[in-house]
Nanobody
Framework: QVQLVESGGGSVQAGGSLRLSCAVS????????MGWFRQAPGKEREGVAS???????TYAEAVEGRFTISQDNAKNTLYLQMNSLKPEDTAMYYC??????????????????WGQGIQVTVSS
């Protein structure tokens, strides 16, 4: 079973940047899709960004132009570079793995494995 471990979260002031990393192990599906999700207190989990093996990416409208998802296959690591952070970006962020080249978009039902989550807090 795939294992996902997030790192790089923390606290930052509005306008600042953070980079999240997700170490991926035991995932061998060639049709893979990797994604980042987040969940703020009292809100439903929402998709942030996804990337497939062809480096095709999808972003939620709320983060388009500020966040960048990328992957380093040699290091089996997924990244989320977050710039121009806003207080509304405060949430627990989760790394997720799915299949089918991300044809399911940012729906969490398209992802089958999840990391434990990491907190990102943006202060105004």
């Amino acid at each position: 079973q795939v294992q996902l471990v997030e790192s790089g979260g923390g606290s930052v002031q509005a306008g600042g940047s953070l980079r999240l990393s997700c170490a991926v192990s035991k995932y061998t599906y060639t049709s893979y899709c990797m994604g980042w999700f987040r969940q703020a207190p009292g809100k439903e989990r929402e998709g942030v960004a996804s990337i497939n093996r062809f480096d095709s990416t999808t972003y939620a409208e709320a983060v388009e132009g500020r966040f960048t998802i990328s992957q380093d296959n040699a290091k089996n690591t997924l990244y989320l570079q977050m710039n121009s952070l806003k207080p509304e970006d405060t949430a627990m962020y989760y790394c997720a793995a799915g299949r089918d080249y991300c044809s399911g978009g940012l729906s969490d039902s398209a992802f089958t494995s999840w990391g434990q989550g990491i907190q990102v807090t943006v202060s105004s």
